[in-house]
């Protein structure tokens, strides 16, 4: 029996009350369990920083230094107690919001203190917040090596599992369990990365004596963790292209039809090449299940269809789903236009098409007269059934749920359909690789030949009379203006613009224009009144929230001007300017913000001026939010990674991506003796979850 295996309450320190708090606080049931609650940072205690060293870099500093002006400042919820420190450098303050009543005692002027803590700067001065604090004993040294931090909950602390605590538990259960740890990756892969033994990289991660024993450690756990991930997702892919036999679509007379006689529009070279490496999939003979990549307004709907033509000249149907009405809406006229010039059957199926004509179509498309569905969840439910679906169209899928997407795929009970995941989220390949590792994947890396890129500029609130100015110019030209505000109401909090008296403050500054507004809040059918207005160029500039981020393509809109741009992401930034510069006009991004910026939104805003390249973004993105803030998810859900971090360890990712194609185009089995302690560890571990797991 392995001994990580071993219930937690067996582990000296623990017994059943423990135990309790560890499975239902922490999830910690086994030793195993408890040696992976890795902690979430070591503290430096090796070395006393002199006042005037702290810098806005360092995370922690341990300082020696006498105490003065001790006193309490503020009147109820707003009292405080401040201290000075001071050593032979300079003097830092010390300041306590809560249990005053506490450290107060302790502390007396005058006196030589060991303080702890993290530096912040207020004006030109650091103060520490809540630092640790004892009195300095003489001949006492810095603490030796870098003390584990672990997280814990007010529920724990109180049975004495603080990080301390933890940290005493963590060490018995290594001691006890050390010599029988399993190794979990081959000899080779060991030898080749130079990675230390999983029982060392434990002990490493834990209770470093010197931060190069941690970066070895921890380099060897991400690359096991990411290993394991891509070994899973291409083993599945592995094993779907073997045993997932998809409907064969061979002919393409109905595609070339459309293609020579009614497409109005030179495909770009990457749409012809995305468009190839699809009908391969398609008459392959195995299910097709590609993630098509593509910026905003580079072409991937026209793509889509394009393998809808080949899907139904093989006596087959094809859906293509949408996370909302309005998005839903766009596809279907937009491939309405398409479909009536071949005569071929398309619908809308959403949740509030009306009941007769819902009946309609669901006769269509179960007797086949329907060829094409386009709608929004709504064609998941039970009573949408087809005589024959062949292709899935999903546009950006993050959106829907795997149980969602799951229903969809049991539409054709004799053959899965094949699956085509659409999104206009540009994904750095690292993430590609992680998120969607088992999908193959298309990327349409070009913009239709006579668009004009956007010129985005960065205005400061000072500058509106220049800004308002810049969009009676164009609308006087007869272009049409989006302004977007990021909040709906006012809130005591925010000293955001609402929009409200965004909307009011554009009507005053243009009284002879017209204005429509639209927000989330609104009806469906009052917003989309207004959307039809401005699509239909009865209004000049339309006041929004985010919710024309994925929504109605208007050709003559030209000006985005996006309020308060610093508290957008830049994911959110980047899909806002896509909704300009969909005409042959040059079209402008107006970024405004207050003057003063944090770094990260100096890097946003900056980034946005300089480049119109969604995956130069996505990078830039992903190194400033990390993955699950990108595509809108907390990371622990996506992948449930509890050390690697995809936007800073790129390298271990593509190593270890490498390393699992190397040895499943060698061994595709693990049938090779070598290759059991993989067996072992995939039998026993727990499936990471990812989004790409399709049928």
């Known amino acids: 029996m ?34 992976e609650h890795y902690p979430f940072r070591h503290e430096d205690r090796s070395r006393f920083y002199t006042i ?13 230094g006498r105490i003065s002006q001790l006193k309490l400042l503020g009147e109820g919820s707003k009292k405080r107690l401040s201290a000075e420190l001071e050593d032979a450098t300079g003097t830092v303050e010390l300041v306590w919001f809560k249990g005053i009543q506490w450290v107060q005692p302790k502390l007396k002027n005058g006196q030589e203190y060991v303080v702890f803590g993290k530096p912040q700067l207020f004006g030109r001065r650091f103060n520490l917040a809540h630092p640790e604090i004892e009195p300095f004993v003489a001949g006492q040294t810095a603490e030796t090596g870098l003390m584990p931090l672990y997280h814990t909950t007010e529920k724990m602390k109180r049975r004495f599992l603080d990080s301390k605590g933890l940290g005493v538990l963590v060490k018995n259960c290594l001691e006890i369990s050390y010599k029988q740890i399993e190794e979990t990756l081959p000899a080779a892969i060991l030898e080749k990365y130079k990675l230390p033994a999983r029982a060392q990289a434990l002990w490493g991660i834990h209770f470093p004596k010197e931060a190069g024993q941690l970066k070895r450690a921890l380099g060897r756990l ?48 990457a749409q012809k090449r995305v468009i190839k490496e699809i009908y391969a999939d398609l008459k392959s003979g195995r299910q097709m299940n590609r993630l098509l990549q593509g910026d905003v307004g580079s072409g991937k709907t026209i793509v889509a269809f394009i393998c809808m033509l080949v899907a139904l000249d093989n006596q087959a149907q094809a859906c293509l789903m949408a996370p909302t009405e309005i998005l839903a809406d766009q596809h279907y006229h937009g491939l309405r236009a398409y479909a009536d010039r071949l005569g071929l059957g398309i619908a809308r199926l959403t949740g509030s098409t009306k009941t007769s004509e819902r009946r309609v179509i669901l006769e269509k498309l179960s007797s086949g007269e329907l060829h094409i569905v386009v709608g929004t969840h709504a064609l998941i439910e039970d009573d949408v059934q087809f005589q024959n679906l062949g292709l899935c169209v999903i546009d950006e899928q993050h959106r829907f749920g795997v149980e969602q997407r799951a229903k969809l795929w049991k539409k054709n009970p004799n053959v899965y359909p094949h699956v085509l995941v659409m999104t206009a989220t540009p994904i750095p390949r690292t993430l590609a690789m992680t998120l969607y590792g088992d999908l193959d994947v298309s990327v349409i890396d070009q913009l239709p030949a006579g668009r004009k890129p956007i010129k985005t500029l960065h205005y400061y609130d000072s500058h509106r009379l220049k800004v308002f100015g810049f969009m009676r110019q164009q609308i006087d030209l007869g272009r049409q203006v989006y302004v977007v505000y990021p909040l709906i109401e006012e809130s005591e909090k925010s000293d955001l613009k609402n929009l409200e008296d965004g909307y009011e403050s554009v009507c005053r500054a243009f009284p002879n224009y017209r204005v429509s507004i639209v927000h989330g809040k609104m009806r469906s059918v009052d917003k989309d009144f207004e959307m039809q207005r401005f699509v239909k160029g009865e209004t000049h500039i339309m006041v929004a929230t985010t919710v024309i981020e994925v929504g109605v393509n208007v050709p003559n809109a030209s000006v985005m001007v996006i309020e308060n741009a610093e508290r957008f ?68 859900g996506v992948l449930d990674l509890r050390l690697a971090d995809i936007s800073q360890d790129q390298k271990i990712l593509q190593a270890a991506r490498q390393t699992v194609e190397e040895l499943l185009a060698q061994d595709p089995d693990l049938a090779d003796p070598a290759h059991a302690v993989l067996k072992k560890q995939l039998a026993t571990s727990r499936p990471v979850r990812g989004w790409s797991r399709i049928s």
């Open 2 to 35: 392995n001994i990580l295996t071993t219930k937690i309450e067996y582990l000296k320190g623990v017994g059943p009350q423990r135990a309790l708090l560890l499975n239902t606080e922490i999830q910690v049931f086994t030793y195993g369990d408890l040696l």
């Open 222 to 269: 991400k690359f096991e963790e990411l290993f394991f991930i891509q070994l899973r997702m291409l083993m599945a892919k592995q094993v779907r292209k073997q045993n997932y036999r998809g409907l064969v679509f061979s002919r393409v007379a109905l595609l070339t039809e459309f293609y020579n006689r009614h497409l109005p529009f030179a495909l770009t070279e």
């Open 569 to 636: 992401g830049l994911a959110q930034l980047h899909q806002l300017r896509g909704r300009v510069g969909r005409g042959a006009e040059q079209s402008y991004c107006l970024l405004m913000s207050k003057p003063q910026l944090s770094k990260e939104g100096k890097v946003r805003l900056e980034t946005m001026v300089r480049t119109t390249n969604g995956f130069e973004i996505a990078d830039v993105d992903l190194k400033l939010r990390g993955p699950g803030d990108l595509q809108g998810t907390q990371q622990s």
């Open 52 to 64: 005037a060293e702290i810098t806005e870099d360092y995370p922690y500093v341990q300082l020696r």
